[in-house]
Structures are given as structure tokens and as C-alpha cells.
């Protein structure tokens, strides 16, 4: 069959209904272009690309826009590979496919030596391309842990293009969380959003800013809340709002609703089932469903010290189960032996199970890696009387447990002992930003599509469409449970 220079393609979704007939000049770019832009959705989209293909199968363009929404939209990491293969096999110095395929390879594929070569080429083939530069500055960061050549990279990017929102969000983030200069992070948070006020990962990780940096939560929740307009289905700020609404508002059944927004997104974003999992605990104090995310939360990072240090408390004060709890602290300390509240609750379970120099040598550790601890300071000296104190009358009084509704009975334990309380951990962000896909030749899919894997928190991460960080935890007062950090 003979096929003409000009076609018409039946645009319909991956269930076969037919919503309209779109005709497609295949010898106009210009005219694919507005075609593809004009796509009503991405199923739409995937069929002009195949159409365009069918009469053309090296249209570079459509290649390299095709990869994109197969790697993007699809997350199919084999097709969208076979795609960007195809482009340069015709064209080898296509630098955007080079720069995309390098995220490919980063954030998907996983072969970290043939992403760093990847963008080597692209920015051999146009040393001042910024998303390469921007994208080649994040491995590094994150990869190499070379802060100073990522620094020097980003600059390049905005050097090429000082409006590259997705650099400037990069470069913000490693201002923020590498060099501590909040000043200077902030600066970049707003030009990032004076070139594109709806850049979602902006929005999100600005809002992060000014709730810790600045205490303004009023400011953070106005930018969460422009975020969720512009993208109601953006993990990192939906979870980032949830622990804002919980920690800070006191809103729980706004903050439940959030984090039930996150799971329908995304049912296994880990930080949402540990944090909704506190929620449950603390505040509605629905055991059995609690339990359930710690559980969901374990299975995909058995690591998370916070989830097992929350989950320790639950077998320790609601089933009793010492032998259990005892566990699960064990192991959120094999993770990390400095994790203050996971010292404070297994001290707790130790001077529960009287054994009293265990729970001091706990508290000692606690305080070395917190100096300033109240909690664990009162508790220490509570602990030390007990097994040093002539008489009872020497004894001070055992540690105030938190507020009405911060606290709750532990079925089993000895008179005496203080209370464990629950204990919010606002946390600085976590997470780097995405790096932006590079657009080609008629590139609907845009210069600006994030990557990267989600976040959790405090045993934490990515921030979505963002590469997490964990940042260090505190616990406010008291014994208690601990929330996940923030997301960008």
C-alpha cells in the first residue's frame, strides 16, 4: 500500500473509542507540530506519533517525542530506549536524545556510566545546552557528590539561560540543603516562578521554604494550595500539605485527607503510609489501621527508622508486645544508632521492663547525638534515681507526658513510668528537584518534563518526580512517634 504525503488519523484512547479525526501533513513539520500540540490527551498524542511513523520511520522529531512520552508518560523504559536508538542512529549528535536518553539511563534503567556518557556527549555536541548542563549537574550532585562541579554546571545552564526554571529549582535545592544559604535559595525560588509562576516542583518546594526557613505558614500554604490548582494530583505537595495541615494546623481530617489523596496517586509513596500511619495511631487512635501502614510502609523500605521506631511504640504501649517492640528498635538503630527518638522509646520500653541501666546508657546516647533533648535530660534523671535514689521521697517526678490528645495508655505497663507522648518532627526539605527533559525539533512534551524517583521522609525521601534526601529528625518532647520529612 502506497502512502501519501498527507493522512487521516483516527485519534482515540487505548480502549479503542474514537473521539475525533485529525489530519496530519507528514511533510509539514510546522504542521505536525500544531497537530501534536493540539493533542486533546496523550493516548491522542501516541497515535499521531505512530501514524507519522508509519509514513517516515527516521522522522527524528516524532522519534525523539515519542521516546519522551513512552519514558514520561508510559514509564516504559524498553520502548522509550528503543526510540532514542533509533534517533541516533540517523542523526548522532541529536542533543536533546542525548540528554534525554541520559535521564533514561539515570533514573530508570539505572546504568549511571552510560548516563554520565551520554550527557558528556550532548554537551561535546553544544557545550552551552542548558538542560544539559542542568541534567549533568544533578548526577553529579547526586551521583559523584560533587557539590562544587554541579554548582559550577547550574551556573553554566543559567549563563546559557538565565530563565531555565528547571535549573533554577535545582540550583535552589542545592542551595538549600547543601549550602545552607536560604537567602540565596529563595532568590532562585523566585525567579524560577517569575519565567513559569506554574511550575508545580517550584511552588512545592519554595512552600517547604518558607514554612522552615521563615516559619510561614500561611505563605507555604497559599503556595501549596496555587500547586494543587495547577497539578491536583502532585504527590509531594499533597504529602507536604497533609503534614503542614497535621503539624502545624492541628487539621487532622484535612490532613487525612491529603495523605488519602497521596495513596490514590500513588498507594506505595512510603512517607504517606508511615506518616498516615502516626496519624492513625495518635490522633484517631484506630490501632488495627494503623498498624496496616506501618506494615505497607516496612514492605517497601524496611529501612525507615521512623516507621519502625513508630511501629516499636504501637507493639509497646497498645499490644504489649515488649519482645516485638524491643525488635523493631533494634532495628531502626541498626539503621541509624543516633536516631533519638527510637533511644528515647527503647529507653522507655527498658525502664517499663525495669532495667534501668539499660534505659540510661539509651538516654546517654540519645543526648550525645541531641545535647539539647529535653525530654531525654528529665527522663535520664528520672531513670538515674531510680536505680541510685536512698528512698523514693529523692526521686524526682517522672517526665510530663505532652498535652491532652498527645498521649494515650499503654496497656500493660507499670505504674511509674512516664507516658509516651507523641511528638511531631518538622524536618528541612528533602528531595532534589527534577531534571528537565530536553525538547527537540516540534517537542510538545516541552523543555521542562521532571524525572527522578519520590521522596521519603524522616527514615524518609523524594520528593517526588524528585531525587529524595533524608534529613535528621527531632522529637519536640517526650517519647513518641515520629513524622516523615517534608517533600519537594
Known amino acids: 500500500m502506497e502512502v501519501s504525503g498527507e493522512g487521516v488519523g483516527s485519534v482515540g484512547n487505548q480502549q479503542g473509542e474514537v473521539f475525533q479525526e485529525t489530519h496530519l501533513d507528514f511533510q509539514n513539520d510546522t504542521a505536525l507540530e500544531a497537530a501534536f500540540n493540539a493533542a486533546p490527551h496523550c493516548d491522542a498524542l501516541e497515535h499521531m506519533y505512530l501514524k507519522v511513523l508509519e509514513y517516515n520511520a527516521s522522522h527524528v522529531a516524532t522519534l525523539h517525542n515519542y521516546g519522551n512520552l513512552l519514558m514520561r508518560i508510559r514509564r516504559n523504559a524498553t520502548a522509550a530506549q528503543a526510540q532514542y536508538e ?45 538542560t544539559s548542563l542542568c541534567n549533568y549537574g544533578l548526577y553529579l550532585q547526586n551521583v559523584r557528590g560533587d557539590v562544587d562541579e554541579a554548582e559550577r554546571l547550574y551556573r553554566q545552564a543559567l549563563e546559557a539561560d538565565p530563565t531555565h526554571a528547571t535549573t533554577l529549582y535545582n540550583y535552589a535545592r542545592m542551595l538549600q540543603e547543601e549550602r545552607k544559604d536560604m537567602l540565596a535559595a529563595e532568590e532562585m525560588f523566585k525567579r524560577a516562578l517569575a519565567g513559569d509562576p506554574d511550575h508545580a516542583h517550584v511552588l512545592c518546594s519554595y512552600g517547604l521554604l518558607r514554612l522552615y526557613a521563615h516559619q510561614d505558614a500561611d505563605g507555604a500554604e497559599e503556595l501549596y494550595r496555587r500547586a494543587l490548582l495547577i497539578d491536583p494530583a502532585h504527590v509531594a505537595t499533597l504529602y507536604n500539605y497533609g503534614s503542614l495541615l497535621e503539624g502545624v494546623r492541628q487539621n487532622f481530617s484535612a490532613a487525612e485527607e491529603m495523605y488519602k489523596r497521596v ?18 495511631h495518635t490522633v484517631s487512635r484506630n490501632y488495627h489501621a494503623a498498624e496496616g501502614m506501618y506494615v505497607r ?27 516485638e517492640a524491643e525488635r523493631l528498635y533494634r532495628r531502626s538503630l541498626a539503621v541509624d544508632p543516633g536516631h533519638v527518638a527510637t533511644l528515647c522509646n527503647y529507653a522507655y520500653l527498658s525502664a517499663t521492663l525495669q532495667n534501668y541501666s539499660k534505659a540510661e546508657q539509651l538516654l546517654d546516647e540519645a543526648l550525645a547525638a541531641e545535647p539539647a533533648h529535653e525530654f531525654a535530660h528529665h527522663f535520664r534523671a528520672w531513670v538515674r534515681n531510680k536505680t541510685r535514689a536512698a528512698s523514693p521521697a529523692d526521686s ?93
Open 86 to 130: 533509533k534517533v541516533l542512529a540517523v542523526a548522532p549528535g541529536h542533543v536533546a536524545t542525548l540528554c534525554n536518553y541520559g535521564n533514561l539511563q539515570h533514573n530508570m534503567i539505572g546504568d549511571l556510566e552510560a548516563a554520565e556518557r551520554l550527557y558528556k556527549s550532548a554537551l561535546s555536541h553544544d557545550p552551552r545546552h542548558a
Open 263 to 280: 495513596l490514590a496517586v500513588d498507594p506505595r509513596h512510603m512517607t504517606t503510609l508511615s506518616n498516615y500511619g502516626g496519624l492513625l
Open 297 to 323: 510502609a516496612l514492605e517497601i523500605d524496611p529501612n525507615s527508622t521512623a516507621t519502625l521506631c513508630n511501629y516499636g511504640l504501637l507493639q509497646q504501649t497498645v499490644r504489649a508486645q515488649f519482645p
Open 396 to 488: 524526682p517526678s517522672p517526665p510530663q507526658a505532652p498535652p491532652a490528645g498527645a498521649s494515650y495508655g499503654a496497656p500493660g505497663l507499670r505504674p511509674g513510668v512516664p507516658a509516651p507522648g507523641v511528638a511531631g518532627v518538622p524536618s528541612a526539605g528533602a528531595g532534589l528537584g527534577a531534571a528537565g527533559v530536553g525538547a527537540g525539533a516540534g517537542a510538545p512534551l516541552g523543555a521542562a518534563m521532571g524525572l527522578g524517583g519520590g521522596g521519603g521522609g524522616a527514615g524518609l525521601a523524594p520528593a517526588p518526580a524528585q531525587t529524595g534526601e533524608e534529613e535528621g529528625s527531632r522529637v519536640a518532647a517526650g517519647i513518641g512517634t515520629v513524622r516523615g520529612a517534608p517533600e519537594s
